[in-house]
């Protein structure tokens, strides 16, 4: 597996409906979109955010960047999304609970 982690600033309030954008617009197409097999979104206070997103290998998560720029693209211009920081790397230690498959909806 690999793990892209991408953290986000965007105008002062504007996380959670942000946030309900990618959870009714994007959240349930970006894993067969982009090819991922886990897409998180967290809201990581001061009107920033962080995704984090697996793959089953680096070739998987390079060949998401076009349709992860194109996602930031259409959020840019109404939440002034711009991402601060990127990192990537082989997920070297996993464990998940049943609870991690089934979908977390956002709730204002």
Known sequence: MYAVVRHYN???GAIDEMVQQVDGEFADRIPEQVG???Y??????????MTLTLFGDEAAAQRSDAAVAQVQKSL????AV????VYRGPVMVSRAADAVVKPVRFDA
Not at 40 to 49: R, S
Not at 82 to 85: L, N, P
């Open 10 to 12: 965007t105008r002062s």
């Open 76 to 79: 840019a211009d109404g939440f």
């Open 40 to 49: 998180t979104a967290v809201n990581t206070g001061d009107a920033t955010a």
């Open 36 to 38: 991922s097999m886990l």
């Open 82 to 85: 711009e991402e601060t920081a």
